[in-house]
């Protein structure tokens, strides 16, 4: 059973299409997960709140940290597929909807919904997703660093903020690049996941071409050959800036 190539070159556009979206997607999730990811991180170390804190900051950081810590453990613990599925069907329904929608209602939320609706989830649960993991990068990260030096700045007047700013994170974030970087990677491979609501990316343009042909070879073989080259040349951007960062420092 020989190779049929040529039933791709009809396609040419919809797999673009698809690539084009595999790609706002890594990027959407990857770069709002790493702001989610640090928040949550610097919540979780408690690396930010001074020794002495009045009580209502104290009673207050400890429940953000119990909300943070079953956010991590949520979306560590449960699937991606699940999570995509959840915020598209339950989530969304509630925060968009033409009767009484939190976020948008009318005919702008029916319109919203029909267009961008299933972009909104999957960037909204890859998010999610990535930033619990994210978070557990930089908490790890920033506990890496030895205690020692965070007390040396402190004692030299610096607040915790200028600390963390100056001294700790420049140095754990040179640690933190080859987990973020696995993590990107991760995340270019679960975008195919949000086929599962519609949206057209690449899993979901080899499906449609696998379905009208009935071969799936090609257009499978098609989208692993798009896969690896986001992949690798994440990998390499990674290594160049692991580089540039390893000469910088010394």
Do not use: C
């Not at 610097?42 to 804190?53: D, E, G, K, Y």
């Not at 956010?71 to 915020?87: E, K, N």
């Not at 990068?137 to 007047?157: C, D, T, V």
């Not at 607040?159 to 991760?186: D, G, K, Y």
Request: cysteine-free; proline content about 4%; glycine content about 8%.
């Amino acid at each position: 059973m020989g190779f049929r190539w040529d039933i791709l070159a009809g396609y040419g556009p919809l797999f673009a299409q698809g690539l084009w979206m595999t790609v706002q997607l890594t990027a959407i999730s990857t770069g709002a997960g790493m702001v989610l990811g640090a928040a949550v991180g610097l919540i979780n170390t408690n690396a930010l709140v001074p020794r002495h804190s009045a009580w209502p900051l104290t009673v207050a950081l400890t429940l953000l940290r119990w909300v943070a810590k079953a956010y991590v453990t949520f979306f560590r613990g449960t699937p991606l597929f699940v999570q995509i599925l959840l915020i598209h069907f339950a989530l969304m329904p509630v925060l968009v909807h033409p009767d009484g929608g939190w976020l948008l209602s009318g005919d702008l939320a029916r319109e919203f919904r029909q267009e961008h609706g299933a972009f909104l989830s999957g960037a909204l649960a890859l998010t999610l997703n990535a930033g619990a993991y994210i978070s557990e990068i930089f908490r790890a990260g920033i506990q890496s660093i030895h205690s020692g030096q965070n007390a040396a700045a402190l004692s030299l007047g610096m607040t915790p903020w200028q600390s963390m700013r100056f001294i700790v994170f420049p140095q754990a974030f040179r640690r933190m690049v080859p987990a973020l970087v696995n993590e990107s990677v991760a995340l270019v491979k679960d975008t195919s996941l949000v086929s599962a609501i519609g949206l057209l990316e690449l899993a979901m343009a080899a499906r449609t071409v696998a379905g009208a042909y009935s071969r799936y070879w090609e257009p499978y073989i098609a989208i692993s050959a798009m896969y690896l080259v986001l992949t690798w040349a994440l990998s390499s951007l990674a290594k160049r800036l692991e580089a540039k960062q390893h000469n910088h420092g010394h």
